[in-house]
């Protein structure tokens, strides 16, 4: 199995406000991961993503506004939760040109898998609205860029942040082909994520988890409920929303996964995708804000992804 990790370390310098969870040191922590299991692999540089590719999923205004908000020099906030400065443009950027390119060499036999090590994540902002953390909905606009660009009918995105990812839902609704299938912790931000938010063609499938759930209460919900209601949908492509926050030490999210069981489900989705889209993975890195947890499950995760098995 071959693997590409896409990154820029423009990540790194992302800003948000002291003490803000989602914070530049994620990216140290998430790269510590990738020489940990990977390290002789070239890395690919992250290109910027350009308007056309955004406009896939976001309206022009909301475009305009980033790049306005952008501008300023000191700190901007967009959101209770999102912020953005100097360099959070051209970090955004590339986390969104590293997904589409994740795409192009996945499709483009240049790599079975790809894995995007980038901040910040995506999967909260809405088409016309940053949201979570995040700027660009950048598993979004990796599925239509595979459409787009690549001809492909159907594209599913699998999440299991410990958040819903209210974005890529947004995104996916009434878009026939384009499948999203989330575990997420429920009550709990961002408030969406019933298991009757179906989408316009049944092609959303929620499974909201409890407080407290662990590991096997996980791998239970993707192998008995999402896993077979995305194979049913026969995706061509699969994207992985990695967020790590559902792990145990997460100061953000409220359930009880380990390390092996990121593993273990980084394991069934690729079963799924051998049986579906020819094995064809892209993975991008979302949340996860307990830097040694957020390092050890990003590197179980990888390991399967690279090499099929768990780290030992
Ligand atoms: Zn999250």
Redesign the pocket.
């Known amino acids: 199995m071959s693997i590409a990790v896409i990154t820029d370390e423009v990540a790194g310098r992302h800003q948000v406000p002291l003490r803000h969870p989602e914070r530049p040191a994620r990216y140290p922590a998430v790269m510590n991961a990738v020489s940990r299991v990977l390290p002789d692999l070239p890395l690919t540089d992250a290109p910027q993503a350009s308007r056309d590719m955004l406009a896939l999923v976001h309206t022009q205004s909301y475009i305009d506004s980033i790049f306005e908000a952008t501008k300023a020099e000191e700190v901007v906030q967009l959101d209770p939760d999102t912020w953005a400065g100097e360099a959070s443009l051209e970090a955004a950027l590339a986390g969104a040109g590293a997904a589409c390119l994740g795409v192009d060499m996945v499709l483009g036999g240049e790599a079975d898998t790809a894995f995007s090590a980038m901040r910040p994540?995506g999967?909260h902002a809405e088409p016309d609205k940053a949201m979570?953390f995040c700027l660009f909905s950048n598993a979004a606009i990796a599925a239509e860029h595979a459409r787009d660009r690549h001809g492909l009918e159907r594209v599913a995105v699998l999440d299991f942040?410990?958040?819903h990812g209210n974005g890529t839902q947004a995104a996916f609704w009434d878009k026939k082909g384009l499948i999203y299938a989330s575990s997420h912790q429920l009550p709990f931000y961002p408030g969406t994520g019933e298991a009757a938010e179906c989408g316009a063609h049944d092609n959303i499938f929620n499974h909201p988890m409890a407080e407290g759930d662990d590991g096997a209460d996980l791998l239970a919900a993707w192998t008995e409920h999402l896993l077979p209601a995305v194979l049913a949908e026969s995706p061509e492509l699969i994207i992985i929303s990695a967020?790590f926050?559902a792990h145990k030490r997460d100061p953000?999210?409220g359930m009880a996964v380990d390390v092996e069981s990121f593993g273990l489900l980084t394991l069934r989705i690729m079963e799924l995708a051998q049986q579906a889209a020819s094995g064809r993975i892209l993975s991008l890195l979302?949340?996860?804000y307990d830097l040694e947890s957020l390092t050890d499950s990003a590197a179980n995760h990888l390991h399967c992804l690279a090499y099929g098995t768990l780290a030992s």
């Open positions: 994540p999967h979570g942040d410990v958040h967020g926050d953000l999210g979302e949340g996860g």
